[in-house]
């Protein structure tokens, strides 16, 4: 129920309505998600969603809200399974709860018909169907754990894969039964389970027991998503004999898998499958030895029947959870748009104000400075300074920042940097559900849920609403709510974030992105091939002018030098930048100064490396101005402004090309030399004090083609075309 | 036994299935089996909560004692639990006591209240019911009488006699 509840969250989002998740129990480390019930505070006209299944405390918590009151009914498995056990008073006390229910919700839906059945049964009226969301992208072969993959592709076939808990209802004896028929017919069959069990259980031990007699069973357990996929994706066929199913969520989740299914038609089970896959009503074990024979060998009749499971599974897409929630709940006011004259925009951004160097809240502000003559822009953002911990340091409410209107929320959760690192590293690279993706984006923050409510609730204020860096909570929960007028400048990076498939609803939903460089469109387009509309905007570089004297008089800095701007982070490459610079300075008695501007977590030491902390506006043009070249050493950048600005005023670049970005700022522009490693970055230096006069020459022919009339065109196309054709 | 699917021929597969255990001599799967569409029956709430809280009410009396393991461990947990529940029994009473009698006048004010309610519930019924009957049955049958204005009587013909002056005496 608690994927359930994420799921419908994030369905309520693309239909304009922001919520939040509580839970009686949330389990440690998911507190950034679901919030504890006792936590609870409603408004008259909040909309509260009861997701109901065995007995809860939460029923009567419920009924006294005095607020609007909704119940999505999951089902409940009948008592007669677990008779003269004590889990069979909970189950019959779920069902009086339901029944008493009925008459005091303004809202009964069911997660299927059959649910739905049920809740006419226990007295509800009017009651609404929406189904559960599954999405086939979350178990393509690319999803499937590899190891576990392997090892399951080594057993023997017929593969016979079943996934549920080992529990009475799930009727795993008449898998074994199953499988000691099929065992009859090609003895080397396998079976395979996948499921939560009690190995310590009296009835588990029995099963174990039948199953080694059978032979050539695997209970795998309790397992990740990717393991899970790699069960699914190893099968020939995906059987079910469970005796009751509210929905039965893995038949569908093997229709994604590309697995033929042969289901027990017991309660939901036959609407969930709607025709597809091969249902049976009677346990005629050796029938269905045989049949799981010719389902699993017959090329013909799997493929006719994995199209049709795949077909089915539209039913079940974000689109059709959203749409469904959307007619399931009750109808919501929405103001009437106002015609107006002038433009106005709002920009949404995790930080902003002239505080931040670089990157891209330096970006956005950049844009809404250069934006203000042309329309009203109102900036959304939070009180931190900080983007570590988003604490809030600055004062919440409205200010202004020159032309802009500034509008700061603070944020309701602050991050634990370390504890979001170990997170990241226990995710990166692993497949994961829509819930472990949520948890990250979330733990990622920053959580400033009264910012996305505001924007919700004054949306028709705005023509378009303007989201910088894909990366962010406000971004990934914003654009959906937004969509209709929604513009997202991604900053892409190729990062391992961005294999989540949660970042689908920032980079498929709004009406156009806007790139920093073709090489940011090409990625994006790899990864999410049904991308919104691209445009290639970029930046424009407002340089001041340079005085290099001035600079070596206030630093004391002599002879050549190499200089870095930015944040002394690892991230960005600056630790690896210090080591290939000390080993220019080993072997190369006259080896430039590196010279470091900028503030961060990285302490700069070694010879003939100067850190200036961070520097004002002026101090760092002068800098650019004198320097032999600037050093670009991160990989993930989607426009290096820093290249941008060294090229503007004649500096060439010695530019980390392992990334895309600044390897093709360098190529296009003539202006710089690429280094990889160690023998390049030397080589390079090299390169630059030999073609220095030639490589300057090419870089300010390059920054003259930046220009700030182009990007703002650029923008107002996309926001004009946004308010003429409002979807 | 039927199977159903849309994208491959059922019968055709089953056919093919029937054939294979025919030549293996073994029996076919019968042919009226069929799917149980049924949803299972509700609970009705306050039938449930009086009788499960009556169960109940007495906190003094332990469970069924009962364990999931098998064997010589399962043994060994519930000769240990009969143990306690022996040696502990006073103590536990005592130790109750109280909330047995609390547990008492809840569900003695629960079961009061929850009869009232149904039995309120069964009058908004009756009501609601006599209401729908009034105001969608065919009108009542009506006698064809003229009707009668519950107007000021008419004045009378003839002309009243004026009141006789007293006389003087």
Redesign the interface.
């Given at each position: 129920m608690g994927a359930a509840a994420v799921g419908f969250q994030r369905a309520l989002r693309h239909v304009g309505i922001t919520g939040e998740v509580f839970a009686g129990e949330v389990e440690p480390g998911f507190d950034a998600i679901v919030h504890h019930a006792s936590k609870l505070r409603v408004d008259r006209d909040d909309l509260v969603l009861y997701h109901h299944g065995i007995a809860s405390s939460l029923v009567a918590k419920l009924l006294h809200l005095p607020c609007r009151r909704g119940l999505v009914f999951h089902n409940i498995t009948p008592a007669r399974f677990y008779a003269g056990t004590r889990l069979a008073e909970p189950l019959v006390t779920g069902r009086a709860q339901l029944t008493a229910m009925a008459g005091h919700l303004d809202v009964s839906i069911g997660v299927s018909r059959y649910n739905a059945r049920e809740l006419e049964a226990a007295g509800h009226r009017d009651v609404k169907v929406v189904p559960l969301l599954v999405e086939p992208e979350r178990f393509t072969v690319a999803q499937a754990d590899g190891s576990m993959l392997t090892r399951l592709k080594k057993l023997d076939t017929p593969r016979i894969v079943s996934v549920s808990r080992v529990v009475p209802h799930k009727r795993v004896e008449d898998l074994l039964s199953l499988h000691q028929e099929l065992r009859r017919i090609t003895p080397r069959a396998q079976l395979v389970i996948v499921g939560g069990y009690d190995a310590g259980q009296a009835a588990f031990k029995a099963l174990a027991r039948r199953a080694k007699q059978v032979g050539n069973v695997t209970f795998l357990g309790r397992v990740t998503h990717g393991q899970l996929v790699a069960a699914y994706r190893s099968a020939d066929c995906f059987v079910s004999m469970s005796e009751h199913e509210g929905v039965g969520v893995p038949l569908l989740e093997a229709f994604a898998s590309e697995v033929p299914v042969i289901a027990f038609g017991a309660a939901a089970v036959p609407e969930t499958m709607g025709g597809r896959g091969l249902v049976f009503d009677e346990k005629h074990f050796a029938a269905l030895a045989e049949l799981t024979v010719q389902v699993s060998t017959d090329a013909a009749v799997r493929a006719g029947l994995v199209e049709g499971q795949t077909e089915r599974l539209k039913d079940f897409s974000l689109e059709a959870v959203a749409s469904a929630l959307e007619k399931a709940l009750p109808p919501r006011r929405r103001p009437t748009p106002k015609k107006r004259d002038t433009r106005r925009v709002a920009f949404v951004v995790q930080r902003f104000g002239e505080f931040i160097v670089g990157g891209a809240e330096a970006h956005a502000r950049q844009v809404a400075l250069k934006l203000a003559p042309h329309a009203d822009v109102e900036v959304f953002t939070t009180c931190a300074t900080d983007h570590l911990s988003w604490k809030n340091e600055l004062e919440p409410g409205t200010t202004r920042d020159g032309p802009l209107t500034v509008h700061r929320f603070p944020a309701s959760r602050f991050r634990n940097i370390r504890g979001f690192n170990r997170l990241s590293d226990s995710m990166f690279g692993k497949p994961h559900d829509l819930v472990g993706e949520t948890r990250w984006v979330a733990d990622q923050g920053p959580t400033v849920p009264a910012l996305l409510e505001r924007l919700v609730a004054e949306r028709e204020r705005f023509d378009a609403v303007a989201f910088f860096t894909y990366l962010y909570q406000p971004t990934v929960y914003g654009v959906p709510l937004l969509a209709d007028r929604a513009l997202v400048v991604p900053t892409t990076h190729d990062e391992p974030p961005l294999a989540f498939h949660l970042f689908a609803d920032a980079f498929e939903k709004p009406r156009a992105l806007l790139c920093n460089t073709p090489e940011e469109e090409t990625l994006i387009r790899e990864r999410f091939p049904n991308a919104a509309p691209s445009t290639i905007v970029g930046v424009g570089i407002d340089a001041l002018h340079p005085d290099e004297r001035r600079f070596r008089q206030q630093t004391g800095i002599h002879g050549p030098y190499l200089l870095y701007v930015g944040r002394m982070e690892a991230g960005k490459g600056v630790a690896e930048l210090l080591a290939f610079h000390q080993q220019l300075v080993k072997k190369f008695h006259d080896a430039p100064t590196l010279v470091l501007a900028g503030s961060g977590e990285l302490q700069a030491r070694g010879s003939r490396v100067v850190a200036l902390g961070r520097v004002d506006e002026q101090t760092k043009w002068d800098a650019l101005g004198g320097a032999l070249a600037v050093v670009v050493p991160s990989r993930y950048e989607s426009l290096s402004l820093l290249t941008l600005e060294a090229f503007a005023v004649g500096t060439p670049v010695i530019g980390n090309t392992i990334g895309a970005v600044v390897r093709g700022q360098l190529e296009r522009s003539s202006a710089g030399v690429g280094y990889d490693d160690e023998r390049s970055f030397i080589a390079a230096v090299k390169e630059v004090g030999e073609r220095r006069k030639d490589l300057s020459r090419h870089a300010r022919r390059y920054a003259a083609k930046h220009q700030w009339q182009t990007v703002i065109d650029a923008w107002l196309t996309a926001i004009d075309g946004i308010k003429e054709t409002k979807r | 036994?039927?199977?159903?699917?849309?994208?491959?021929t059922?019968k055709k597969?089953?056919d093919?299935?029937?054939e294979?255990?025919s030549a293996?001599g073994?029996l076919?799967?019968?042919e009226d089996?069929?799917?149980?569409r049924d949803?299972?029956?509700?609970?009705?709430?306050?039938a449930?909560?009086v009788e499960?809280m009556s169960e109940h009410v007495d906190t003094t009396r332990g469970?069924p004692i009962?364990?999931?393991?098998?064997?010589l461990?399962?043994r060994a947990v519930v000769l240990a639990k009969q143990t306690f529940r022996k040696v502990g029994q006073l103590f536990i009473n005592e130790a109750l006591a109280r909330q047995v009698v609390f547990n008492g006048h809840v569900l003695d004010g629960y079961s009061q209240l929850s009869a009232e309610v149904m039995r309120l519930r069964s009058r908004v019924a009756e009501l609601e019911a006599e209401l729908e009957r009034a105001t969608t049955s065919p009108k009542a049958p009506v006698l064809e009488v003229p009707s009668v204005k519950a107007a000021k009587p008419a004045a009378p013909k003839t002309k009243a006699a004026k009141p006789r002056k007293p006389r003087a005496r």
């Open positions: - | 036994m039927k199977l159903f699917g849309k994208d491959v059922a597969l089953l093919v299935v029937k294979r255990l293996r073994l076919p799967p019968s089996a069929g799917l149980d949803v299972e029956a509700p609970v009705e709430a306050f449930f909560a499960s469970l009962e364990t999931h393991r098998d064997g461990q399962g």
